[in-house]
């Protein structure tokens, strides 16, 4: 009898579980079409992006004599890193680097901060004046007082020529304000604060220890925006600084160009070799100044377009 049913079984083939074919959807002459202008347009697209970022480096250690001439176009001709040496050797370089850090790490700390705890406050309906404070914050997207009570305002407040002008205005960004409130209001379910309070946390604690933790993709978002927006920022220190140990990078490489530009062979330099490094220089500050932007977008992409989507979102 063993020997029958192991017969029976070595005679049933074992069948094996087929994965379904995938069906291609045959594509049109049409669609194929399609598909090509498609690719050549963003092909062309990427190009006019790419090449004025690349042209800038490459005619960064080329030869001035080359980049004037146009022979500068798809490599570097005649390596010369005279521009980097030139900028590199200064120390307000490094100090303007360094000021730069401690703006941008301080204006985002205390920017992510207000914006989170406002936003928080304003996507709650039992806010005391909820309208009249989404008014008062929606009429500063539309209207500004101007410069000159700008500048009053700071001077006031005894603020010129200190780091707190570069830190303390425009702390809140009205539309990064919106943008959380939208994402607290579609992104925080009430039953997570229901049962917080149930355990009895007060408010702090409910907003430290529970909405914070669920809400860190637009805690990124907001400290991309706010730290990207201030290293770039150079107006306010041009306008309320007068000390040139506080000013930032892009302040600092200005003053460079310009020195240069004005420059009329005073340091034993004659008015054209003046003219070849200033050309070289241009290219060289945007480098210097955009290197830590080039470097880190790379790894925060996906969260520049996850903080367009929560402001998409409907209020």
Same mark, same amino acid.
Do not use: C, H
């Given at each position: 009898?063993?020997?029958?049913?192991?017969?029976?079984?070595?005679?049933?083939?074992?069948?094996?579980?087929?994965?379904?074919?995938?069906?291609?959807?045959?594509?049109?002459?049409?669609?194929?079409?399609?598909?090509?202008? &498609?690719?050549?347009?963003?092909?062309?697209?990427?190009?006019?992006?790419?090449?004025?970022?690349?042209?800038?480096?490459?005619?960064?250690?080329?030869?001035?004599?080359?980049?004037?001439?146009?022979?500068?176009?798809?490599?570097?001709? *005649?390596?010369?890193?005279?521009?980097?040496?030139?900028?590199?050797?200064?120390?307000?370089?490094?100090?303007?680097?360094?000021? &730069?850090?401690?703006?941008?790490?301080?204006?985002?700390?205390?920017?992510?901060?207000?914006?989170?705890?406002?936003?928080?406050?304003?996507?709650?309906?039992?806010?005391?004046?909820?309208?009249?404070?989404?008014?008062?914050?929606?009429?500063?997207?539309?209207?500004?007082?101007?410069?000159?009570?700008?500048?009053?305002?700071?001077?006031?407040?005894?603020?010129?020529? &200190?780091?707190?002008?570069?830190?303390?205005?425009?702390?809140?960004?009205?539309?990064?304000?919106?943008?959380?409130?939208?994402?607290?209001?579609?992104?925080?379910? *009430?039953?997570?604060?229901?049962?917080?309070?149930? *355990?009895?946390?007060?408010?702090?604690?409910?907003?430290?220890?529970?909405?914070?933790?669920?809400?860190?993709?637009?805690?990124?978002?907001?400290?991309?925006?706010?730290?990207?927006?201030?290293?770039?920022?150079?107006?306010?220190?041009?306008?309320?600084?007068?000390?040139?140990?506080?000013?930032?990078?892009?302040?600092?490489?200005?003053e460079i160009l310009t020195a240069s530009e004005t420059t009329t062979g005073g340091s034993g330099e004659t008015?054209?070799?003046?003219?070849?490094?200033?050309?070289?220089?241009?290219?060289?500050?945007?480098?210097?100044?955009?290197?830590?932007?080039?470097?880190?977008?790379?790894?925060?992409?996906?969260?520049?377009?996850?903080?367009?989507?929560?402001?998409?979102?409907?209020?």
């Open positions: 009898m063993e020997n029958v049913f192991q017969e029976n079984q070595t005679a049933q083939p074992v069948e094996k579980a087929q994965k379904p074919k995938k069906r291609r959807v045959k594509e049109s002459k049409g669609d194929r079409v399609y598909y090509i202008v &498609t690719y050549i347009l963003l092909g062309l697209l990427a190009a006019i992006v790419i090449y004025p970022l690349y042209f800038i480096v490459i005619a960064s250690f080329s030869s001035t004599d080359a980049v004037l001439a146009g022979k500068v176009f798809l490599y570097p001709v *005649d390596i010369d890193f005279t521009g980097y040496v030139k900028v590199f050797r200064r120390a307000d370089i490094w100090i303007g680097y360094a000021n &730069t850090i401690w703006y941008t790490v301080a204006y985002t700390a205390l920017s992510v901060v207000f914006t989170l705890t406002a936003a928080w406050a304003l996507s709650r309906k039992t806010l005391p004046l909820r309208k009249f404070w989404m008014f008062f914050f929606t009429l500063t997207m539309f209207f500004g007082g101007g410069l000159i009570p700008f500048y009053n305002v700071v001077s006031s407040l005894n603020m010129v020529n &200190t780091p707190w002008a570069i830190i303390l205005p425009g702390t809140v960004s009205a539309w990064n304000l919106f943008m959380a409130k939208t994402f607290f209001q579609t992104g925080v379910s *009430d039953s997570i604060i229901e049962a917080a309070e149930i *355990d009895g946390a007060n408010r702090f604690r409910l907003f430290v220890s529970v909405i914070l933790p669920i809400s860190m993709p637009i805690v990124a978002v907001l400290t991309l925006y706010y730290a990207i927006g201030q290293w770039n920022s150079y107006f306010n220190a041009m306008i309320f600084l007068q000390d040139e140990k506080m000013f930032p990078l892009q302040l600092v490489l200005k008015i054209l070799e003046q003219f070849r490094l200033a050309n070289q220089l241009k290219y060289v500050s945007v480098i210097i100044s955009s290197l830590p932007v080039f470097l880190l977008y790379p790894f925060v992409q996906k969260y520049f377009a996850q903080g367009v989507l929560v402001g998409s979102l409907k209020d």
